[in-house]
């Protein structure tokens, strides 16, 4: 998304057997950024209302699940339609020979998320790369969730991926980067690691947090 810099995550096991193989790593910042401005440019770009649009036309959210290995496959196919998406990825650096090699890999694996009107679904769901297209029926919810996922990949040094959320305590973070954002907190992964949920794919991106910085909802 134009404005907005991919960022970089780390996550553990691919095949993602056990959360407790999930190691957070912390990775360099050249800048900070301001969580609500992340937000801002977040609508900016994706505007939810236009009453001057049909349901047929009006651009809504779907979560393309792809074919495996297909994200980045999608993404530029979408680019070349002229299609808005977002591939969210975290940076995987390794070394070979004495060098650093950055590989960027998807947060999400198996999921490009579009924005478009329902009338260009069937050209989407055609494409090589897709297994099923799906519309969340809560459309402000999504948005508001990976708004925020995206605010935390531009702000927290550390933040990885948790693939199967579950039963927890719902948290307002009060003061950070990501002051004014609601989390999830579970027992299983402690107080102080707040989980940014996508409820519609059942996962979630989690950041370390100050227990003191979190407040009940």
């Not at 050249?30 to 969580?35: H, I, Q, V």
């Given at each position: 998304m134009e404005g907005i810099r991919q960022t970089q995550v780390i996550h553990g096991n691919r095949n993602f057997p056990n959360v407790d193989n999930f190691i957070p790593m912390k990775l360099p910042m050249?800048?900070?950024?301001?969580?609500a401005l992340v937000q801002e440019e977040w609508v900016a770009a994706y505007p939810m209302d236009n009453s001057q649009q049909t349901p047929d036309n009006k651009p809504i959210w779907f979560a393309a699940h792809t074919k495996p290995r297909c994200e980045k496959k999608l993404q530029a196919w979408c680019q070349l339609q002229e299609l808005t998406c977002q591939l969210t990825t975290y940076a995987s650096v390794r070394k070979y020979r004495g060098?650093?090699?950055?590989?960027h890999k998807p947060l999400f694996p198996g999921y490009v998320f579009l924005k478009i009107p329902r009338s260009l679904r069937r050209k989407v769901v055609q494409s090589d790369y897709l297994a099923n297209l799906l519309e969340p029926s809560d459309q402000a919810e999504f948005e508001a969730q990976l708004g925020s996922i995206l605010s935390a990949l531009e702000t927290m040094e550390e933040i990885w991926l948790v693939p199967n959320i579950g039963p927890g305590t719902r948290v307002l973070i009060q003061r950070g980067p990501l002051a004014g954002v609601e989390a999830w907190v579970e027992e299983r992964h402690g107080p102080e690691t707040a989980l940014l949920r996508l409820d519609f794919i059942g996962q979630a991106a989690a950041v370390k947090v100050p227990v003191e910085d979190?407040?009940?909802v």
């Open positions: 050249t800048e900070r950024f301001d969580s060098k650093e090699v950055t590989f979190l407040e009940l």
